[in-house]
């Protein structure tokens, strides 16, 4: 239908081009004629004027000539007619212009209406916009919800479906169709926002599968409660990565450092696995078991691909023998929790209490 109306636009705006050229070019010939009567500049111009807006007043010289006769009643036909034309033209321009308008919004409500099983992402700033292209990449259907004039724009620009309101209000989470959603992103870089949008979301669709952002480590608990079933922390994120990078680059490199890997991660992700990197700290309690006793106390959550020793050893495909060691970083595939496999190599050993001793 915007098609259909664009190609309806683009007629009119040409026909006010062309009358208003030909509006020009027939004022220019009349002066010009007045002027060959002997009529100045100024005087001639403002008898064609008055002439073709049909105003009538009193003439600035005599029209006493045949040639005179004759000029004018030419100005008088062409001109008039052409300001016709050119009202016309105007009115089509801006009731079409309006008509557009009100069938862009008809058509995205319509969209959304139709929308079913689509990722509902709250906030289109720095995160949502990086997420929103690759879901959109992903072919999953999303939509954008976004209070800024400027961001919502920006969203519609690149060609998303955007409604423009308030994340937190619940009526704006029912005009996102949430009740038919199967996820909601909610990326408002406010963690006060973020878990005010997981409460309303989670009471308006309990089978919801929520995913929040969270600036503060603290708000992490917050939005738990409130619903959310993921929590993503940015900061905490980027800060995990760099430490990977600066005490495990072999291993930095191995998974992120070429388009092959990262394509892997990905289809790893897809199939709903993640490689991850965990340190083995001081105290943990995984220090001195071996690899096949740990991914058996993981029952199948997660397996070692590679061990980075503190002393710069790499041991890729590590056999289930291989201990580990205080300050090993371990490459693993999990279809857990990464929170969870984490606990598991840097909680400390539990103690075993026997008689009056603690073990």
């Given at each position: 239908?915007?098609?259909?109306?664009?190609?309806?636009m683009?007629?009119?705006?040409?026909?006010?081009?062309?009358?208003?050229?030909?509006?020009?070019?027939?004022v220019?010939?009349?002066?010009?004629?007045?002027?060959?009567?002997?009529?100045?500049?100024?005087?001639?111009?403002?008898?064609?004027?008055?002439?073709?807006?049909?105003v009538?007043?009193?003439?600035?010289?005599?029209?006493?000539?045949?040639?005179?006769h004759?000029l004018?009643?030419?100005?008088?036909?062409?001109?008039?007619?052409?300001?016709?034309?050119?009202?016309g033209?105007?009115?089509?321009?801006f009731?079409?212009?309006?008509?557009?308008?009100?069938?862009?919004?008809?058509?995205?409500?319509?969209?959304?209406?139709?929308?079913?099983?689509?990722?509902?992402?709250?906030?289109f700033?720095?995160?949502?916009?990086?997420?929103?292209?690759?879901?959109r990449?992903?072919?999953?259907?999303?939509?954008?919800?976004?209070?800024?004039?400027?961001?919502?724009?920006?969203?519609?620009?690149?060609?998303?479906?955007?409604?423009?309101?308030?994340?937190?209000?619940?009526?704006?989470?029912k005009?996102?169709?949430?009740?038919r959603a199967?996820v909601?992103?909610?990326v408002?870089?406010?963690?006060?926002?973020?878990?005010?949008?997981?409460?309303?979301a989670?009471?308006?669709?309990?089978?919801l599968?929520i995913?929040?952002?969270?600036?503060?480590?603290s708000?992490?608990?917050?939005l738990?409660?409130?619903?959310?079933?993921?929590?993503v922390?940015?900061?905490?994120?980027?800060?995990?990565?760099?430490?990977?990078?600066?005490?495990?680059?072999?291993?930095?490199?191995?998974?992120?450092?070429?388009?092959?890997?990262?394509?892997?991660?990905?289809?790893?992700r897809?199939?709903?696995?993640l490689?991850?990197v965990?340190?083995?700290?001081?105290?943990?309690?995984?220090?001195?078991?071996?690899?096949g006793?740990?991914?058996?106390r993981?029952?199948?959550?997660?397996?070692?691909?590679q061990?980075?020793?503190?002393?710069?050893?790499?041991?890729?495909?590590?056999?289930?023998?291989?201990?580990?060691?205080?300050?090993?970083?371990?490459?693993?595939?999990?279809?857990?929790?990464?929170?969870?496999?984490?606990?598991?190599?840097?909680?400390?050993?539990?103690?075993?209490?026997?008689?009056?001793?603690?073990?």
């Amino acid at each position: 239908m915007n098609r259909a109306v664009s190609r309806l636009m683009g007629s009119p705006l040409r026909n006010l081009v062309a009358v208003v050229v030909l509006m020009l070019a027939l004022v220019a010939a009349a002066v010009g004629g007045y002027m060959a009567a002997g009529w100045s500049f100024p005087d001639a111009l403002y008898m064609v004027v008055l002439t073709v807006y049909s105003v009538g007043y009193e003439e600035v010289h005599p029209v006493n000539t045949p040639y005179l006769h004759l000029l004018t009643i030419m100005v008088i036909a062409f001109g008039c007619t052409g300001m016709i034309l050119l009202t016309g033209v105007l009115v089509q321009v801006f009731t079409i212009g309006q008509i557009r308008e009100v069938l862009g919004m008809d058509n995205a409500a319509s969209d959304i209406e139709r929308l079913k099983d689509h990722v509902i992402v709250c906030g289109f700033g720095r995160i949502g916009v990086m997420l929103a292209k690759d879901l959109r990449d992903g072919g999953v259907p999303i939509l954008i919800l976004e209070r800024d004039e400027e961001r919502a724009a920006a969203a519609r620009a690149e060609g998303y479906l955007v409604v423009q309101l308030d994340a937190a209000d619940e009526a704006s989470l029912k005009a996102a169709g949430i009740g038919r959603a199967r996820v909601l992103a909610t990326v408002v870089p406010d963690d006060a926002a973020n878990v005010f949008i997981t409460l309303t979301a989670r009471s308006l669709n309990p089978d919801l599968h929520i995913i929040a952002r969270g600036e503060m480590p603290s708000t992490e608990s917050k939005l738990l409660y409130a619903g959310a079933d993921k929590v993503v922390l940015p900061t905490h994120i980027g800060a995990e990565r760099m430490a990977e990078m600066i005490l495990y680059p072999e291993t930095a490199r191995f998974i992120r450092g070429s388009e092959r890997m990262r394509d892997f991660d990905k289809t790893l992700r897809d199939l709903g696995l993640l490689m991850e990197v965990v340190t083995v700290t001081e105290n943990s309690g995984a220090i001195g078991h071996s690899v096949g006793e740990m991914e058996r106390r993981a029952k199948g959550g997660c397996f070692v691909v590679q061990l980075d020793r503190r002393n710069g050893e790499v041991v890729t495909r590590p056999g289930p023998e291989v201990l580990f060691e205080a300050g090993d970083g371990v490459l693993l595939v999990t279809r857990t929790d990464a929170a969870v496999v984490r606990a598991m190599f840097q909680a400390p050993a539990e103690r075993v209490r026997a008689g009056r001793s603690v073990i």
